[in-house]
């Protein structure tokens, strides 16, 4: 019994090729981005929004190959000054969904598949169930593939005042002034001398004033 919902957008249904090495289809089809599509919490494709699938479907000896693009948009958060990213990606994937009954990796690949597909034996295996494929996993790991791992809103974004939280961008000239802290015990120092000098005169002033008030 087939576990794949024939219903969901990204299950394709292969019964049209049959096995007949060579048969060839073509799907077109726009749906709504599941959810996750993305690197969570940075940047990813917002669930439900469009995306537009091409797939070439080719019967092969031991499955069938997917051969397919995807274009969406993403949306996320910029490392720098945490504006919003919004960008549009355009990705490219190629699987092979192995007959249930086939060996793993297919005991006599046809050449058409060992000509298209990179040999890699730590590569996940697909399977068909029944005739449907999920397209799903293969979709997320192309996507996620061609997503920046650390998004930025423009290249040369200078990212945010450590001080104030100001957006640099906005403002290339913005600063704040500092004090020198090697000047800072000398300041203390003079503001100390300073009182003192204030406490003598003020002791000079009560002498003379009691001298005054004798004569």
Not at 22 to 36: D, F, I, N, Q
Not at 174 to 182: F, N, T, V, W
Not at 198 to 215: F, V
């Amino acid at each position: 019994m087939n576990r794949l919902d024939h219903r969901d957008p990204l299950v394709f249904d292969t019964h049209e090729l049959g096995r007949r090495p060579g048969s060839l289809r073509k799907v077109t089809r726009t749906l709504e981005a599941p959810e996750g599509l993305g690197i969570i919490d940075v940047i990813g494709v917002p669930e439900k929004s469009e995306i537009a699938l091409e797939l070439r479907l080719e019967s092969v000896v031991e499955g069938v190959l997917v051969t397919g693009t995807a274009e969406a948009k993403v949306e996320g958060e910029c490392v720098r000054c945490l504006e919003p990213v919004e960008d549009g990606i355009d990705v490219e994937f190629q699987e092979l969904f192995y007959y249930p009954e086939s060996d793993e990796k297919g005991r006599g690949r046809s050449t058409a598949a060992a000509d298209e597909l990179d040999e890699d034996d730590d590569e996940e295996t697909y399977r068909l169930e029944g005739d449907y494929f999920d397209l799903q996993p293969v979709l997320r790991d192309a996507v996620v593939l061609a997503l920046p791992l650390q998004p930025v809103c423009q290249e040369d974004c200078l990212g945010l005042c450590s001080e104030c939280g100001a957006r640099l961008s906005d403002d290339p000239d913005h600063h704040h002034e500092a004090a020198d802290p090697r000047w800072a015990a000398l300041q203390g120092l003079s503001a100390a001398h300073g009182d003192e000098g204030d406490g003598i005169k003020t002791s000079d002033t009560r002498e003379g004033g009691a001298e005054n008030q004798e004569k």
